[in-house]
């Protein structure tokens, strides 16, 4: 099966074309720079969220260190103002922490919309 074949349409929650989210550092469960998703995603990594000390400092509390550089991996580390596909269910719970990072929201897959309603997303939308 092709990639293609394995994600689900690029739209994003405004109804529109999936825009690109981040290429450096590259981003997306397909590292396609987009926050696409599919069935076999199970962490649905659909936000496109720009990374925050606050909410980095969550998510390694959280056990997800996304701060540390990991070069096994190609991974250099988030910081602030990086922009990074989030799990919907981690935006969804930084949200109710207070810690949530602002979103682009024609970088983030409808997808999302199952997880995370759109208007707790509108409330951290950057403007373009």
């Given at each position: 099966m092709a990639i293609s074949?394995?994600?689900?349409?690029?739209t994003n929650v405004l109804g529109g074309a999936l825009e690109t989210c981040s290429t450096a550092p590259m981003t997306g469960y397909f590292r396609d720079g987009c926050c696409n998703t599919g069935h076999m995603d199970?962490?649905?990594h659909?936000?496109?969220?720009i990374m925050t000390d606050e909410f980095l400092a969550l998510s390694?509390?959280?056990?997800?260190?996304?701060s540390t550089p990991r070069p096994e991996y190609g991974f250099a580390g988030?910081?602030?103002g990086d922009?990074?596909?989030?799990c919907?269910?981690?935006f969804l719970q930084a949200h109710e922490e207070g810690a949530a990072p602002q979103v682009?929201?024609?970088a983030t897959h409808i997808a999302t919309l199952a997880v995370v309603p759109l208007e707790i997303l509108q409330r951290y939308a950057i403007s373009r």
């Open positions: 074949d394995a994600m689900f349409p690029s199970g962490g649905l659909s936000v496109c969220a390694k509390y959280l056990g997800n260190d996304l988030l910081k602030a922009r990074w596909c989030l919907a269910a981690r682009n929201l024609a």
